[in-house]
T-cell receptor, first 118, second 114 residues
Framework: DTAVSQTPKYLVTQMGNDKSIKCEQNLGHDTMYWYKQDSKKFLKIMFSYNNKELIINETVPNRFSPKSPDKAHLNLHINSLELGDSAVYFC?????????????????FGEGSWLTVV | EDQVTQSPEALRLQEGESSSLNCSYTVSGLRGLFWYRQDPGKGPEFLFTLYSAGEEKEKERLKATLTKKESFLHITAPKPEDSATYLCAVRVKDRGSTLGRLYFGRGTQLTVWP
């Protein structure tokens, strides 16, 4: 009964391919995220969705496209993969209400997806 | 420029040797400071949330404290199983949206040897 689950855990693919990483949360949260962790272990936000609506879109290449079919799912599709895309991608979720004063709620992370582009 | 700075980058302790990890931040509109533990090959695991200066939280051998500019994670009598990377993150009000944005530090890699 993993709270935030993402698949696949490991993905090795060639440059130029298109791949997707799927994420599901069973916590009943309304906000989901994608984070990228580089080789130096630095975690940086890529996207944030609240109730299926894109809220945060950091400066990432257009080749990265998130899709949220419902509140419990946030998938990440990557087109034309490049060597520099190799990293660990973490899905996360939290319970937040836009406009509310209490937007400091805890963010829970999945186990990560290790992407290697060769 | 990093808005969250953690020190030291790496810390080696002998079992039972207490110490502290530091997290300093330069953000305004703080909506929470979070400590996470990350084991190799795993996602960050939530430890504590602190919201206001003076607040303290404890869990087993860990104690987190918060001031207006920094937070400390105190580890008392650590054991080898406490070895991990400890991440600090601050959630701030985001100008572009009403959701808070989470900024991470680069972590402190703690190794506790028997």
């Amino acid at each position: 009964d993993t709270a935030v689950s993402q698949t696949p855990k490991y993905l090795v693919t060639q440059m130029g391919n298109d791949k997707s990483i799927k994420c599901e949360q069973n916590l009943g949260h309304d906000t989901m995220y994608w984070y990228k962790q580089d080789s130096k272990k630095f975690l940086k936000i890529m996207f944030s969705y609240n109730n299926k609506e894109l809220i945060i879109n950091e400066t990432v290449p257009n080749r990265f496209s998130p899709k949220s079919p419902d509140k419990a799912h946030l998938n990440l599709h990557i087109n034309s993969l490049e060597l520099g895309d190799s990293a660990v991608y973490f899905c996360a979720s939290s319970q937040d209400h836009p406009g509310s004063r209490s937007t400091g709620n805890t963010i829970y992370f999945g186990e990560g997806s290790w992407l290697t582009v060769v | 420029e990093d808005q969250v700075t953690q020190s030291p980058e790496a810390l080696r302790l002998q079992e039972g040797e207490s110490s502290s990890l530091n997290c300093s931040y330069t953000v305004s509109g703080l909506r929470g400071l979070f400590w996470y533990r990350q084991d190799p090959g795993k996602g960050p695991e939530f430890l504590f949330t602190l919201y206001s200066a003076g607040e303290e939280k404890e869990k087993e051998r860990l104690k987190a404290t918060l001031t207006k500019k920094e937070s400390f994670l105190h580890i008392t009598a650590p054991k080898p199983e406490d070895s991990a990377t400890y991440l600090c993150a601050v959630r701030v009000k985001d100008r572009g949206s009403t959701l808070g944005r989470l900024y991470f530090g680069r972590g402190t890699q703690l190794t506790v040897w028997p």
